[in-house]
């Protein structure tokens, strides 16, 4: 079965730079969900997308912005990178009366 | 407040025993769904069991339950005849609300599990 796709896998960017995270998610699921979990926490929720609009902004640096596109993939778009940004970014998506939520491999961002 | 809570930050469990990872949490909507995942070393979120708020019965997955007590707002997975695999950090999380396609999860801090052969 598919599952959802997130790359890359890993990316090193330096102070400053700037980064793009993309995700794939699960044919005909319709909802986007975006989270950060940096080393030895818990998944903290940055946002959410449903049929391409933005339903949920949870604590998201101004920094960053994210979209969903026409089919259905999502980015995640980190502008001046530091350091506290390193974390593990967990792409999930769901389908609107399923009450699972699928997630991909992650993303591994380091900041040096 | 925490709306999760995980209170064994570790844990250790002899191999093909049974281990019971506690959560509870808190919420004022009646309708909301409770979720556990494994997140071995690796990195990855492994979806494991869900129990909805208005399911009677505890939900079950082979090896793992899920001990509803409802009333008590926990939501304590048990794993069965533990394996070796099993050594992760496991997460309790929570939706609010019904069956809304926009509702994020909120997740505790977790429990790190360690099996011993």
């Known amino acids: 079965a598919a599952g959802v796709i997130q790359s890359p896998r890993h990316l090193i960017k330096e102070k400053r730079e700037t980064a793009t995270l993309k995700c794939y998610p699960i044919?005909?699921?319709?909802?986007v969900y975006w989270y950060q979990q940096g080393p030895g926490q818990d998944p903290q929720f940055l946002i959410s997308?449903?049929?391409?609009?933005?339903?949920d902004k949870g604590s998201i640096p101004d920094r960053f912005s994210a979209q969903q596109f026409s089919d259905y993939h999502s980015e995640l778009n980190m502008s001046s990178l530091e350091l506290g940004d390193s974390a593990l970014y967990f792409c999930?998506?769901?389908?609107?009366?399923?009450?699972?939520?699928?997630f991909g491999s992650g993303t591994r961002l380091t900041v040096v | 407040a925490q709306k999760i809570t995980q209170t064994q930050p570790g844990m250790f469990v002899q191999e093909k025993e049974a281990v019971t990872l506690d959560c509870t949490y808190d919420?004022?909507?009646?309708?909301?769904?409770l979720f556990w995942y494994k997140q071995p070393s690796s990195g990855e979120m492994i979806f494991l069991i869900y129990?909805?708020?208005?399911?009677?019965q505890n939900a079950t997955e082979g090896r793992y339950s899920l001990n509803f007590q409802k009333a008590r707002k926990s939501a304590n997975l048990v794993i069965s005849a533990s394996q070796l695999g099993d050594s992760a950090m496991y997460f309790c999380?929570?939706?609010?609300?019904?069956?809304?396609?926009?509702?994020?999860?909120?997740f505790g801090t977790g429990t790190l599990l360690a099996v011993q052969p």
């Open positions: 919420t004022s909507d009646p309708s909301y769904g």
């Open positions: 997308f449903y049929e391409k609009m933005q339903s």
């Open positions: 044919p005909r699921h319709d909802t």
């Open positions: 999930a998506s769901s389908i609107g009366e399923n009450y699972g939520y699928t």
């Open positions: 129990q909805g708020s208005y399911d009677q």
């Open positions: 999380a929570m939706r609010e609300g019904y069956g809304g396609a926009t509702n994020k999860l909120i």
